[in-house]
């Protein structure tokens, strides 16, 4: 596709075309605020928030915190196992945010709602298939989900990714996964990028809610150390090879594995399984625990210290 697209500054606002990349457990109000500060975009996980009243309440602040050159949005599950789904994309076109990230189903109903309030979408894609579907919806961007993102990543190279879909789709592309410097910024973009969604390093910053021992181990281990794990949804996932992980293994067991094939207990044992992981996790972000289980990516190569986010975001500028 040769026509122009938009820069992600364009469609944003922005100063610097950096998404600050939404991390379960991870983003929170005093993160996205240092962000929209220092010319940046920012985005949190509708499912940070335990009620639709504390949602409400944390987009509230953000838009009386929001600063010319910043922008900020939040990240909505669109299927049905997020149940909140309907309830959070109503506030979020209610309260009015920049823009909305979708994952992991169809962002129909999101581009139907929020683009008629002047509200950005975009699909969070790992492939060509799924981003000419998303793009045929209305959606503004494609974030392109790499096989270098940390979490649920995709399969593909960020080069080889970024190139296919500028070469067949009309939308602009942001790359995310495997971004940790300035170095690695321009070399997206130079790959046809319009800016990138950034998110493990920004786990050790000082905004982040998440525990001195998470952030350390940002710090302490690097892209050699992160390994795909089936362990906590069932769902391939990238997470620090600790010596918790290392004991539990990072494969399904034969028992776990003939349950997700039987196509009638397939949906209850993932959901369970999901559940589980999410506790476990949860408990692991949020304090010391043996049963350490640290979602992040390769991207950690480049944390050395514990630090602000505007210290961080003068990395990639």
Not at 86 to 97: D, K, M, R, S
Not at 268 to 273: C, F, G, Q, S, T
Not at 297 to 309: D, F, K, R, W
């Amino acid at each position: 596709m040769s026509a122009t697209k938009p820069t992600l500054n364009d469609l944003l606002g922005i100063t610097h075309p950096i998404i600050m990349a939404p991390m379960f457990l991870v983003s929170n109000v005093a993160m996205l605020k240092a962000g929209m500060e220092n010319g940046i975009a920012a985005c949190v996980p509708a499912l940070n928030y335990r009620t639709i009243e504390e949602l409400k309440a944390a987009i509230t602040e953000l838009k009386a915190a929001k600063v010319p050159g910043g922008a900020f949005g939040i990240n909505l599950i669109v299927n049905k196992s997020n149940m909140k789904y309907p309830a959070q994309l109503e506030a979020a076109c209610e309260l009015g945010v920049d823009f909305i990230i979708t994952s992991l189903g169809s962002p129909r109903m999101v581009i139907e709602k929020a683009k008629p309030k002047g509200i950005k979408v975009f699909c969070d894609v790992t492939d060509l298939s799924y981003s000419k579907k998303v793009e045929a919806m209305g959606c503004d961007a494609l974030v392109a989900v790499n096989n270098q993102a940390g979490g649920h990543r995709g399969n593909i190279a960020p080069e080889a990714l970024i190139k296919e879909l500028n070469e067949n789709c009309a939308i602009p592309v942001i790359t995310a996964g495997g971004v940790a410097n300035k170095t690695d910024l321009d070399r997206a973009m130079s790959y046809g990028a319009i800016g990138a969604s950034i998110g493990s390093p920004f786990i050790a910053s000082e905004e982040a809610p998440v525990s001195q021992e998470y952030k350390q181990a940002c710090v302490d281990f690097g892209a050699k150390d992160i390994v795909m794990t089936q362990k906590i949804s069932g769902t391939p996932c990238t997470v620090i090879n600790t010596p918790y992980v290392q004991k539990i293994g990072t494969k399904q067991t034969w028992l776990e594995g003939l349950l997700n094939k039987n196509k009638k207990l397939k949906k209850w044992v993932k959901a369970i399984r999901f559940a589980k992981g999410m506790r476990d996790t949860t408990k692991a972000a949020q304090g010391a625990t043996y049963k350490t289980v640290w979602v992040a990516g390769p991207s950690i190569e480049q944390t050395t210290a514990i630090e602000p986010v505007a210290t961080i975001i003068k990395k990639f500028i």
